[in-house]
C-alpha cells in the first residue's frame, strides 16, 4: 500500500464526473444542498475515456482549488468479463486522464473504488472486514481494472484520495440490489438470494456525505474505506429488505454461489473496516440496517435523502 500522504485542505466547487449514476446524482443534490458550487458532469458532457476531453477540461474547464470527484465507473460486473478493453479504459485508464488534468489544473481528486479489490480469502483464518493496508486481490476483469484505476490516480497525482466502498444502492428505481428486492417482496412466491457472499451495503446519500467530508479537507489518504458498518450476507440483506417493506421474510430462500453461477467471480467476504479511516479523520457511516430504514423511507415517501449529520463538512 502506498505511503499515507501528508493531511490536505482543499476547498472551492465540487467537480462531479459520472453525475448521472445513483452516486454522483446523490452527491451534486447533497453538495448544492449544502451551499457548495456544483459543477456535475455526466458522461456525455466529460468522456472521461477520451485523453483529448481531460486536456480540454485541464486548460480551459478546471479551475485552481476545484475538488474532482470521480463517479464515474464501468459497474457491470458480469458483463465485464467479456468487454475487459472497456471496463479498462472507464477504470483504469479514465482515472488517471483524470488525475492527470487536476495536476495540470491545481485540483484536488477523490476518486471512488470498491471492495472487490480484496479476493475474500482468509484460508483459515475467520473473515474480518478489511482496511485499507490489508493486501488485495482482485479475482475478476472489474475487479482488477478498478485496483488498476487507483494505481494510475496515485502514480498520476499522489496527493489524490481514493475512497473505497461497497455495495453501493439507493433502494429507489433502477438494478441496485435493494430496489431490486424492495419490487420482488411487493410480489409474491419465493426469491432465491445467496448466502455465502458477505460485505458492507452502502446507502449513496450516507457515501455521498462522507465524500464531502473528504472534500472539505483535513482528511489524510491515500486510500480509505467508507461504507455502512456491519458485515452481512446478500441473504441477510435481502430479508431485511422484505421485513423492513412489511413483506414476509421467509419468502427469501438461502441458495450458495455455486447453485447461483454467474460470469464473474466475487469475493465470498468482502466487508469494509471504518477503523484506520476514522484515525484519518472521516467519520464512521451508520450502521448498515438504520441506513437501510433511512432509504426505504426515502422512496417510500419521496422524501429528500438526509444522510446522519457528519461532524466535519
Not at 270 to 298: F, M
Request: one cysteine or more; hydrophobic letters at 40%.
Amino acid at each position: 500500500m502506498p505511503k499515507a500522504c501528508q493531511t490536505q485542505t482543499v476547498s472551492g466547487r465540487i467537480v462531479i464526473t459520472g453525475a448521472g449514476g445513483q452516486l454522483g446524482s446523490a452527491l451534486a443534490k447533497q453538495a448544492a444542498r449544502r451551499g457548495r458550487e456544483v459543477l456535475a458532469l455526466t458522461s456525455s458532457q466529460w468522456d472521461i475515456t477520451d485523453p483529448g476531453a481531460a486536456e480540454r477540461m485541464a486548460s480551459s474547464g478546471l479551475k485552481k482549488g476545484d475538488v474532482v470527484v470521480n463517479c464515474a465507473a464501468y459497474t457491470n460486473v458480469d458483463a465485464a468479463e467479456s468487454d475487459e478493453p472497456t471496463a479498462y479504459a472507464v477504470n483504469a485508464a479514465g482515472p488517471e486522464h483524470i488525475a492527470r488534468a487536476c495536476a495540470h489544473a491545481g485540483a484536488q481528486l477523490i476518486h471512488v473504488s470498491t471492495d472487490y479489490v480484496f479476493s475474500g480469502d482468509f484460508g483459515a483464518a475467520a473473515p474480518r472486514p478489511y482496511e485499507p493496508s490489508d493486501e488485495t486481490g482482485p479475482l475478476g476483469v472489474y475487479a482488477r481494472s478498478k485496483l488498476a484505476g487507483e494505481a494510475a490516480v496515485l502514480a498520476a497525482l499522489p496527493q489524490a484520495i481514493v475512497v473505497r466502498t461497497a455495495w453501493v444502492y439507493t433502494g429507489a428505481t433502477g438494478k441496485d440490489f435493494v430496489a431490486v428486492m424492495r419490487r420482488l417482496a411487493a410480489g409474491n412466491g419465493p426469491v432465491d438470494v445467496v448466502d455465502d457472499q458477505t460485505g458492507s451495503p452502502t446507502y449513496a446519500a450516507d457515501l455521498a456525505a462522507a465524500l464531502l467530508q473528504v472534500a472539505g479537507g483535513g482528511i489524510s489518504g491515500p486510500i480509505l474505506h467508507a461504507a455502512n458498518e456491519g458485515a452481512i450476507s446478500r441473504y441477510q440483506q435481502a430479508r431485511a429488505v422484505f421485513e423492513e417493506c412489511g413483506a414476509d421474510p421467509q419468502r427469501v430462500r438461502p441458495v450458495s454461489t455455486a447453485q447461483n453461477p454467474r460470469p464473474a467471480p466475487r469475493p465470498r467476504y468482502s466487508a469494509l473496516a471504518s477503523q484506520q479511516s476514522a484515525a484519518r479523520g472521516l467519520t464512521p457511516l451508520r450502521p448498515w440496517r438504520s441506513a437501510l430504514v433511512a432509504a426505504l423511507a426515502v422512496t417510500h415517501s419521496g422524501a429528500v435523502e438526509r444522510p446522519l449529520p457528519s461532524t466535519r463538512d
